[in-house]
């Protein structure tokens, strides 16, 4: 996140909720910035130094206008207009973010060796969701290489409960205690 993404994405936010529409702008970001992403030739037109930004605009409206809010099409052509392209997925990221902050969501990423049940995910979010007094929207993740128990990633915040770690971490504690 850079600090350009965050003052665009927090004017937008600001924007939304004065009009209380932070769900429907928030799926028309995460909508146009999933559709730039799946196509890298929309992707490499968008950041391209050589193409006007009325071109990228004109673009833009032809993909989005009539699919999206006057006020999310506004925002996109502000952001091509000030040349703040590249930023854009960050942007949309950051926005979800506040978003999230907002309505007492955080983001997490639980890693597992094998694939977790529905119930098991529930419970991992209810539990940490407690702890951190927030709801909880899990994603989950396998790696094999964990061999066994839980990663859980919360924002910067990391939670190691795997074989693989604690394994990392006792072999630290006998190279320290070689000393």
Same mark, same amino acid.
């Given at each position: 996140?850079?600090?350009?993404? =965050?003052?665009?994405?927090?004017?937008?936010?600001?924007?939304? *909720?004065?009009?209380?529409?932070?769900?429907?702008?928030? /799926?028309?970001?995460?909508?146009?910035?999933?559709?730039? +992403?799946?196509?890298?030739?929309?992707?490499?037109?968008? %950041?391209?130094? !050589? &193409?006007? *930004?009325?071109?990228? =605009?004109?673009?833009?409206?032809?993909? $989005?206008?009539?699919?999206? *809010?006057?006020?999310?099409?506004?925002?996109?052509?502000?952001?091509?207009?000030?040349?703040?392209? +590249?930023?854009?997925?960050?942007?949309?990221?950051?926005?979800?973010?506040?978003?999230?902050?907002?309505?007492?969501?955080?983001?997490?990423?639980?890693?597992?060796?094998?694939?977790?049940?529905?119930?098991?995910?529930?419970?991992?979010? !209810?539990? $940490?969701?407690? =702890?951190?007094? =927030? %709801?909880?929207?899990? %994603? /989950?993740?396998?790696?094999?290489? &964990?061999?066994?128990?839980?990663?859980?990633?919360?924002?910067?915040?990391?939670?190691?409960?795997?074989?693989?770690?604690?394994?990392?971490?006792?072999?630290?504690? &006998? !190279?320290?205690?070689?000393?």
């Amino acid at each position: 996140m850079s600090a350009v993404s =965050k003052r665009y994405a927090r004017a937008l936010f600001e924007v939304a *909720s004065d009009n209380q529409t932070i769900e429907a702008t928030e /799926t028309e970001l995460v909508d146009i910035a999933s559709i730039i +992403e799946q196509n890298e030739e929309l992707k490499q037109l968008l %950041t391209h130094p !050589k &193409i006007s *930004s009325e071109d990228k =605009k004109q673009m833009m409206n032809e993909l $989005f206008a009539g699919n999206v *809010s006057e006020a999310t099409m506004n925002f996109i052509n502000l952001i091509l207009e000030r040349g703040r392209e +590249e930023s854009l997925l960050d942007i949309v990221k950051d926005f979800t973010q506040f978003a999230n902050e907002a309505r007492g969501i955080v983001d997490a990423v639980v890693t597992t060796a094998k694939p977790l049940g529905e119930q098991e995910i529930n419970e991992l979010a !209810k539990e $940490f969701g407690q =702890k951190l007094n =927030k %709801t909880l929207r899990v %994603t /989950t993740e396998i790696d094999p290489s &964990i061999v066994g128990g839980v990663i859980v990633r919360i924002g910067d915040r990391l939670y190691d409960g795997s074989i693989k770690g604690r394994l990392a971490r006792f072999t630290q504690q &006998i !190279k320290q205690a070689q000393v």
